[in-house]
DNA sequence: CCCAACTTTCACGTGAACGGCAAGGTTGGG
DNA sequence: CCCAACCTTGCCGTTCACGTGAAAGTTGGG
């Protein structure tokens, strides 16, 4: 309870949309149709009503792309999966305006579990993707067997 | 120049267009816009030119929905992906028409260097959904550092 | 041969994921 | 205080990947 005010430096500057956007490789309004689509909100707006945006923004950004290009991950699916975590997000806030432990704690575990949860997903992905990976390669050993075989009857 | 019309049996039966489309998991409407995108074309076409389609084009259909629906690639991806066969495919009919040993290998080598570059393709997006993985992972290992860190200062 | 069920091409409609512009307000250096 | 450069909220346009008829032709069992 001794020093009141805690919320000092939060160090990283705050960026507006297209510092933003280039910083994690999207454009302005691609990140206003992810806030319309609910998936990120900005940390903070300027007097003036401009989105201003700090780190944790950009990681979230970050990992919205990734999930869309890398992924192939639609929108709709990325909002589902970041689901938990916007609800979680505005725990966020909480997490940062209460300093009971045990708050902070459902908080964590909350965000542990959300993790699990997209690794899961992703994991799953990466198993069908294997699964194509090990088809094109049966594929691959037949064409060289029947290789093989032309080489037998009628060597070159 | 023996034996003139050597079509003989080709084993499986040829489906329509609904028919194939089920047998794979898509529309036909999907099946049609494929062709003309230029990834496929039936086997063949019957006397008042119904699509009729072969295994080995369902074997490329269900190919097409793994890349579309797993790997999350556009039909712009997967026609650049399917370029190389796509010509060898016209080179399929080549193979069953030539007897001559050295066509048939050129064909056949030409394929399995397609389907390298196909699992090269795949494997590199396994290893950007595996360094999303990680990326998610040690978050996930941040967050259960500080869980134990507030566990230890605040026991319960 | 007949007819219901399937298919053809052509064409317009739709939802997702933005691009781009207009009309206005905000910032911040000089 | 001024103004160029940024931002705001609409709102309409566009591309992709199909959906959905319409109008006509094909298939195949009875």
Redesign the pocket.
């Known amino acids: 309870m001794t020093d009141a005010g805690v919320r000092p430096a939060e160090s990283t500057r705050l960026l507006?949309?297209?510092?933003a956007a280039a910083e994690v490789g999207l454009?302005?309004?691609?990140v206003?149709?992810y806030e319309e689509?609910g998936l990120l909100k900005p940390a903070a707006r300027?007097?003036?009503?401009?989105?201003l945006y700090d780190e944790s923004d950009l990681e979230r950004l970050r990992f919205i792309k990734g999930l869309?290009d890398d992924a192939g991950f639609?929108?709709?699916e990325i909002s589902q999966l970041l689901e938990d975590e916007a609800a979680r997000e505005r725990d966020h806030v909480a997490y940062h305006a209460t300093a009971d432990p045990r708050e902070r704690l459902r908080i964590l575990r909350d965000r542990v579990a959300s993790f699990e949860q997209q690794t899961q997903t992703l994991r799953t992905k990466i198993g069908r993707l294997q699964a194509m990976v090990d088809e094109t390669e049966a594929r691959r050993q037949r064409s060289l067997a029947r290789i093989a075989e032309i080489e037998r009857q009628a060597p070159e």
């Open positions: 507006r949309i297209h510092e454009t302005a309004r691609s206003r149709y689509l300027s007097e003036g009503d401009y989105r869309r639609s929108l709709a």
